[in-house]
Every structure is written in C-alpha cells, then in structure tokens.
C-alpha cells in the first residue's frame, strides 16, 4: 500500500514527465523542427510476447503525430492543453477527474476541445505511454465501477475517511466487495482460499454464491462485469502475485467472450502499454469451450455473421496463437453455435456447481 | 365445313384498344403507383410539346386528389388548346397524332400515350374523361366527357358543349383512375416531375399532392428551347426495307431525284455517286427497281460518305441549360457538361448531352444518381435496361476520381449524372419508354460524352486538392501552431517560443534569421537563409545598415544611401539548401543592453525578387 511520501514522490514524478514533454516540443520548435512526438502504434499488428513477464506488449513498430496535418496539429494542441490541465490543476492541487469529466473540461478548450470522449481516453492513454506512468498517477479516475469480490479474504482499504477493514464473505452483503478504482490503496490481510475464479456474468456470479460454491471450495469469485475494467484486471493480478492463487475464468461460449479472457490473461491492444501491470499470464480459461458444447450437449444460439468474423479474426490475433485456441475456434466455426454460461441451468440448477465446475477444475488439476 | 374454314370464322382483327386493354404493362401501366405518375408524365409531356410548338413559356399545374377510392389526376396548362373537334380523337383515340409521320425530335411519337392514360381510367374507374380546352381569350372554351369504344378504337362523346373557363387559352384534363400516391422515392410523381423540371428549365411545374401540399418547380430561364424542325431521313444505317418501301411510294420520277429530296444530306453529287456505284441508271424510275437493284443501292449507301445529318431537327438542352436545371435541384459545388455533335443510327439523327454535377449536399457514400432523359422526357423505370446506365456502368470510373468497388458498375461517390438523347426517333425497349435501346452508336456517343465529363471532373478535383492543401496548411498556421506556442509557455512558464522556422518548414517557405552577438565591442551578426521549399529560389538579401559593415562573408555588394549603406547579396538556392552571410559591426551603444536588444534595433532583413507569401522572417520587396 501507498505511503503518503510515496504519493508525494509520485506525484513529483509524474509532473517532471509531463513538463518534460512540453519542454521537448518547446525545444523542436526553437530548433526549427516540426514539432512532434512518436509512440508505438497501437494495432495487432504491433503487439509482441515479451518473454521477460510472459505477457504481450507494444512491439517496434511507430506513429508519429506532427503538426505538418490538420489533424495531428490539432492532436498535439490537445495533448498540450490536456497536460497543462493535469499539472496545474490535477498533481499541483492534489485534485482528480473522471475521464468522462476530462471530456467536459475540455468545452473551453476551443479549437481543442475533444469530439467524443474516446478521443480523450485516447489520448490519456497516449501520455500513460509517453511517460511510462498510469492514469491514476495522474489523477484521472475511470467512471464505471470495478468489479466485486466474495470469497474467504480479508482485506483492508484506505479510503477518504481513513482505514476499513472487512472480509470478503461475513461483512459484505449478496453483492459482495466493490473493489475501488485505484486497487492499490488494498491491502490483502489473510485468506483461505485455494484459487481465484473471475466470472463473465452477475447471473452466473450470483448462482455460484447462492450454491456456496465458495465456501465449498475456497474460491475467492470475482465478478468481471463484461469487458473488464482496469481495477478488476489489477486485483486478478494481484490476487496472483501477492497470494500466490491460481485463476480460472469462467466466461459465456463464445468469441467476445474469449477476448475477456485474453485481456486478462495476455492483455488487451489498446493498453499493452500496461501489461505488464494488468495481465495475469498464469490465467486459464475454464469454459464455456466450444468442446463443452458437444461434451455436455448444451442448448445453444446460432452464431451470428459477426460472431463468424471476430472467430476468424481470432485465428490471426498474435495473442490466440496457441494450439488450444486454434482447435476450440476451429471447433466452433465449424459448429455454428454458441453457448451462455446460463446454459447449464437448463440440466438444474445445482449442475454447474456439482457436475461441470468440478469435473472442469479436476481435468484443469485445480481440485 | 372444313377446319380451316371453321378456324376462318373465328379469325377477327383486334382493335389497338382491345389489344392495350389486354397489355397494359406494355404502356407503363403495370402497378398502381406506376399507373398514376405514367398518366402524368404523359399528360406533362403533351402539355409540353405544345407549348413548345406554340411558342410559350409553359406553365402546368398538376394536381392529384383522393376521390373515394380513386385518385383524381388533373394536368392544366397555358398551351395552345386544341379545336372542339380533334378533341375527342387527341384524347380517346389510339395511335392519334401529328408526330409519328414527321422526323423531328418531340417528345411524343406514336400517339398512345394519352389516349392510354384515358383507357387505363375508364378501365379502373368507369369513368369519363372530362376535358376543357380553350383556343384564344375571345373564344369560348369547350368541355367533353369522353370514354373509348376499345372494340373500335374510336372515341365515345358522352356530353361537349361550350363552357366558361377562366383562363386565356390552355387545356385542362381530369381522369379519374386505381392508383396508390408515393413519395420518398425517385420513381414517384414528385420524383417524375423534379426530373422533368430540370431538363425542361423553361417550364414553371406546379404540383398540389393529395394531402395538399403544394410544391413550385420554377423556371431557370425565360427562353424557349430552340425549336426542332422536320427532315428528310438521312441515308446513313437506313434499313433495306425502309428503302424498298421509300422507292415503292414515292412521286418522284427519276432515282436521282428521288435520291436528292427523299434523304437529308444528299446532294446532285453524292445521288451520282449513289447511281454510279449500285450500276443503275440516274434516270431510271425509283418504282421500278428490282430486289436486286434496291440492294445494291442500299450497299452504295453504306460505301459513301455523306455529312452529318442537319442538327435543327433536334433541340439539345444546351449545356448552360444543363447547368441551370441542375442548380436549380440540387446543392452542388462544381458542374462539367457537354454536348456531343450529332451523329446517326438506322438513319436518325441523335446527340448526346451529358451534365456531371458533384459534391455540395450529395451522399458520399451512395451509388451515384443517374438521371435519365429522352427527348426531355425523363426515364424513371427499367434502370438497369437502359443504354444509359449500360454505358455509365462501363466506364472505369476510378481513373477519374469516382468509387467503383468492384471495379465496374454504377460509381459510388458524391455525384449526380445527367445524360439527355435527342433524336428524331428514340429506340426504346418498350412502349412505355422506360429504357434505349443498346444501339452501337447511342452507346459510344453517350460513352464519349460521359469520360468528357469525367476528365472535367478530374481537373476540377486535382486541382481543389492543391487548393485544399494549401488551405490546411493555413489553418495550421493560422489557428493551431500559435495555441500551441501560446500553451507551451503557459505550462513551461517559458518566452514563447518563435514559430516562424517550424512555419517556413511547413509552407516550403524560405526561411531567413538572424543573430547577433556581442564581440569585442562589436556586434558579430550571422544570417541564415534556408530554402524549404522544392524549388530553386534566386533572389537579393539586403541589410539596411547605419554604417558600413565588415568582415563580410561571402562578399557582399555595398551601395551608400542617403542615411546608411546597403549591404547585398545574390543568391540562388537549391531545394533544401542552406547559406549563411555574416559581417560585423560598429556597436553604438557599448554602455548598455546586450545582443539580442541591438539586433532588435536593426532593420529586418529584406528579400527582393519573391513574392512575399513564401518568404518568412525577412521584408519583401
């Protein structure tokens, strides 16, 4: 957990970095260089395994935004008016914004002002690479919620009104921990646990608790919401690292879902600059496989044209390249269908916990 | 009784009406919005060759109204009108008119489409067509109820009598008839008539949909189209047939003469020439000529040349005509027309026009409209059979900046094309006039009008890119790199930095800057002239100096002035390239300021011989 020194010398850093970058295209334009800076491109074309953490990151491969177009004149005034905005009023005040907030602020910058807030979080994590930080180093808070907790740990979390210790199963309610945005103001105090399993949907979540699938086998579940947030992907991360637990992911059958697992386990492509941060590469995927499919006969949708096309995208993602993956999307391309974790209650509602879940972690070597 | 006598009996000939009652879809009226924007286009279309024949401005108001289950069409305009008693067979008699015998270009040709219009009525409705007709301001008007008798082909006269009608002159028809109103699409009624109104700019159209709206297309010009008069066939591509038919039927005693007056473009020459190559005598009898001999004339006919048959049978649009009916529908940034000479198939004189609008309020993304027009009267149905469209869909747009995805096809891109053929005779697929036929002939002209176009277009386009460009560039500089500068030294808490070296860069500007220094007393002053842009630049520096400099490097020419001397130098650089002149000076005010406040004293550098836009950091002169 973060000292308040730490926080300081944090915060001093991240204020040299950013006047840094003013002070580089300060001095390209006093040399009479067209001002500019490069960054590595951020397409699947360019992102490599780097076998130092076993993780995928950003590769040779560079962009460079200039001021010699329109719209790259216009990229790096943003960038200038953004990093003028995080110095004076976010690190110099000790003040943060939300990045939804951020896109707002940005109303009175003119000619400036971002069209749409992807633009800003773009951009945002533009300065992430350029300056080798995170956002949270700068303040700026995501919007939406992390994930949830339940499981048998305790923890404690430094907030705004001072110290809260709580364990993850007796002192929260049915929903579990909501885990903060910045994961790193948790300490992890003790455990019981013997693995960690991140879970697609609240359906799902909320079955597993209501089975006491927890209890019966030491899980610590967390509930990734969708596509994961940062805060989640962390606290996967560090429930890994710190506690030496290993994780499974339990996702719906398809080819969007298999990308949740990836951004877990490989990382994602728009932020392989934090990889190394996020990503927990010891992370299997646990289900709903293709496999599953015909092994448990699960009722199934129809795969639809974009399904089809992010499957066969799948195949030439640097980060699917592993025979398990080429066999399951091959499977299923030729099968045609997909399949919803939801789908198991269609045998009863305790099938999941008592019949699929163990079978799959004993085949794993999980149980 | 034999078979074939009993087979005899049942033999009869079919009245036109009977056979068009049968087949409607021949005659455009298949569907029930088809049935009502056909039953107004051919009613326009009447209006307006009568007018034109007339010599006035047309003026023609159009409108549709529910009636129980029925739609009322009534089309009025301020045309010539028509006497009480051709009435009757103008509007319910088919194959009825003044065109089909004479080669001349209008609109109408066969006398059907009206006369359709009326049976398709009486067919659906039961009704009679009621129709007001006035011929000038100081006689009455008069009025008929008519309904065809289809077993005859005649017209049935239910009422006609004078009658009071407001207007000076003009006729107005109301039939009432099965149909469905539609409007978003192009092949609607409104659609039908914006087309018409573009083609026709001299026409004020006026249309009252059924729930009562109301919309003016108007006029674009205040002159009439020229007026087509009619010709003798010209001899090119003439069929045997029509020949044999020619020589059977004529008056005319001798073939040379025949020769000369039947066909348009021959003279006592060519008819010569004609007799000598197909071995016949010039004096011989047009009716007596054998299969034999009529082929061989018919060979001689294809073997000569003969010139172009005359244009004043066929009234083009005009390419400024073009221009103002496009204006007038569509919001557009560049407009290229053309009009092609006139040239001949199966011996009709046609030509070709084509307009290209682009960009403005058009979809960038969409296929390309293609407008469709014969003899002004434009092609709404049957796209995809028509010579036009087959024409468009092979040329290679993308050469000429358009989309093609798939290389050939009807382009994609922010365009609208209008192609116009005037003929004498149009070949259409069918008699409702959807589509041209693919004769050779129409298909080349109509392909070398469109790549006429196509190349205006692309000049247009190359050039708006360098223009575009050079407006980038200056919104750059503009509005965008001294924010940046201005944001800079906000965050750095610096001077703000000089963007005129980053500014030469971009505009491939030279680039001239000074320094000057402090040394022993002196000021040591270097000048740096880059040339950024990708041409040589040959040009005079000139430094405006109290005194005499020295030291200079390389030498420089010094002329003295009334209050100092000029210092300068002949330069020529080569893209990219750099030179630098130096020289000292006397420092007046040793005692106090430094450096940069002496060189702020100085007099800007000054460049003779370049215009002052692609100069930066010096004077122009």
Request: aromatic share 6%.
């Amino acid at each position: 957990m973060q000292s308040s020194e730490d926080k300081i010398e944090k915060s001093r850093c991240a204020q040299e970095k950013l006047t840094g970058l003013a002070a580089t295209l300060y001095n390209q334009f006093e040399q009479g260089i067209v001002p500019h800076i490069s960054l590595p491109s951020r397409t699947k074309a360019n992102i490599e395994f780097s076998s130092k953490d076993d993780v995928w990151i950003y590769g040779d491969q560079e962009t460079t935004r200039s001021v010699k177009t329109v719209r790259g004149a216009k990229t790096l005034l943003k960038t200038v008016h953004l990093a003028e905005l995080l110095i004076k009023e976010h690190l110099q005040n000790n003040r943060g914004s939300t990045l939804r907030e951020i896109y707002y602020i940005s109303e009175n910058w003119d000619i400036a002002k971002f069209h749409e807030q992807a633009e800003s979080d773009r951009l945002i994590e533009d300065l992430e690479i350029v300056t080798a930080l995170h956002r949270e180093d700068f303040h700026v808070r995501p919007e939406e919620d992390g994930a949830s907790v339940f499981g048998p740990l305790r923890l404690k979390e430094k907030t705004r009104r001072g110290e809260k210790e709580m364990h993850c199963q007796e002192d929260v309610g049915e929903a579990g921990y909501q885990i903060p945005f910045n994961v790193d103001n948790i300490e992890f105090l003790s455990h019981d646990a013997s693995m960690v399993m991140a879970i697609e949907t609240g359906g799902m979540y909320a079955r597993l608790i209501e089975n006491g699938f927890d209890e019966q086998y030491n899980a610590i579940l967390v509930h990734i919401k969708g596509q994961p947030a940062r805060s989640t992907r962390r606290i996967i991360k560090r429930l890994n690292a710190e506690l030496n637990l290993p994780v499974v992911v339990f996702t719906d059958g398809d080819p969007w879902s298999y990308r949740i697992f990836a951004s877990i386990a490989y990382g994602a492509i728009k932020s392989a600059h934090l990889s190394e941060h996020l990503v927990t590469p010891t992370a299997r995927f646990l289900g709903v496989q293709p496999s599953d499919i015909v092994d448990y006969n699960l009722s199934t949708d129809k795969l639809t044209e974009q399904d089809m096309q992010a499957l066969r995208s799948e195949l030439t993602d640097p980060r699917f390249a592993a025979p398990y993956w080429d066999k399951q999307i091959r499977l299923q391309i030729d099968l045609k269908k997909k399949a919803e974790q939801q789908a198991f209650a269609g045998k009863g509602l305790d099938y999941v916990t008592k019949t699929y879940l163990p079978e799959r972690l004993g085949e794993m070597g999980i149980i | 009784m034999e078979i074939a006598e009993e087979l005899a009996k049942q033999q009869k000939a079919i009245s036109v009406a009977e056979f068009f009652e049968k087949n409607r879809q021949i005659l455009g009226f298949d569907s029930a919005p088809r049935a009502l924007i056909t039953c107004v286009k051919e009613a326009v279309d009447n209006s307006l060759d009568a007018c034109e024949d007339a010599g006035i401005l047309p003026d023609i108001f159009v409108q549709i109204k529910k009636s129980g289950e029925y739609y009322l069409v009534i089309v009025e305009d301020n045309g010539p009108g028509i006497v009480p008693q051709e009435i009757p067979r103008v509007f319910a008699k088919l194959l009825y008119g003044s065109r089909f015998h004479t080669l001349r270009q209008s609109r109408g040709q066969q006398g059907i489409g009206i006369s359709a219009a009326v049976l398709y009525s009486q067919l659906t409705s039961g009704k009679p067509t009621r129709v007001i007709s006035k011929i000038a301001p100081d006689r009455p008007a008069h009025y008929c109820e008519l309904l065809i008798n289809t077993a005859k082909n005649e017209p049935e006269i239910l009422r006609s009598e004078e009658a009071d009608w407001e207007r000076p002159r003009g006729t107005r028809v109301e039939l009432e008839m099965e149909g469905t109103y539609v409007r978003s699409r192009r092949q609607s009624v409104f659609g039908s008539l914006k087309s018409a109104a573009i083609v026709n700019p001299h026409a004020r159209i006026t249309l009252v949909e059924p729930e009562g709206n109301m919309v003016v297309f108007e006029r674009a010009t205040e002159s009439l189209p020229k007026k087509a008069y009619a010709i003798s066939p010209h001899p090119a591509g003439i069929e045997l047939g029509e020949l044999i038919k020619l020589l059977r039927y004529t008056d005319k005693k001798k073939l040379r003469v025949f020769l000369k007056e039947t066909f348009s473009s021959i003279g006592a020459i060519s008819a010569q020439e004609l007799c000598s190559r197909a071995e016949i005598d010039p004096e011989a009898s047009p009716t007596g000529l054998d299969h034999e001999q009529a082929k061989r004339l018919h060979s001689a006919f294809k073997a000569i040349k003969v010139k172009s048959p005359p244009v004043d049978c066929l009234s083009p649009i005009g390419e400024e005509l073009i221009k103002a009916g496009l204006e007038k529908e569509f919001r557009l940034d560049y407009i290229a027309t053309t009009v092609r000479p006139v040239s001949v198939y199966s011996g009709n004189p046609f030509l070709v026009e084509v307009g290209l609008g682009y960009g403005g309020e058009l979809e960038k993304e969409s296929r390309v409209e293609i407008l469709r027009f014969a003899n002004r009267v434009p092609l709404v149905y049957q796209q995809g059979a028509c010579a036009i469209t087959h024409s468009v869909e092979s040329v290679s747009w993308k050469n000429y900046s358009l989309g093609q995805p798939t290389g050939s096809g009807v382009p994609v891109g922010p365009a609208v094309l209008l192609v116009h053929i005037a003929s004498t005779n149009i070949p259409f697929t069918s008699e409702s006039k959807d589509a041209v036929a693919d004769m050779p002939e129409i298909l080349a002209e109509i392909d070398l009008g469109l790549k006429e176009v196509a190349r205006k277009l692309r000049r247009y386009l190359s050039r708006q890119s360098i223009l575009s460009e050079r407006r980038e560039k200056e919104e750059i500089i503009r509005k965008i790199l001294p924010r940046i500068a201005k944001k800079l030294s906000d965050v750095l808490d610096r001077e703000e930095p000089d963007i005129g070296p980053v500014v030469a860069r971009i505009m491939g500007n030279l680039l001239v800057s000074r320094k000057v220094e402090r040394e022993n007393g002196q000021l040591s002053v270097k000048i740096l002239v880059e040339n950024h842009s990708d041409l040589l630049r040959s040009f005079k520096l000139h430094e405006l100096l109290a005194e005499q400099a020295d030291s200079i490097t390389p030498e420089a020419r010094v002329i003295p002035l009334g209050d100092g001397y000029d210092h300068h130098w002949k330069l020529s650089l080569a893209p990219g390239q750099k030179a630098t002149l130096s020289y000292r000076i006397a420092c007046r005010d040793a005692s106090n300021g430094d450096a940069s406040s002496a060189g702020a004293k100085m007099k800007e550098p000054v460049v003779e011989g370049l215009d002052a836009e692609i100069v930066t950091g010096a004077r122009v002169i």
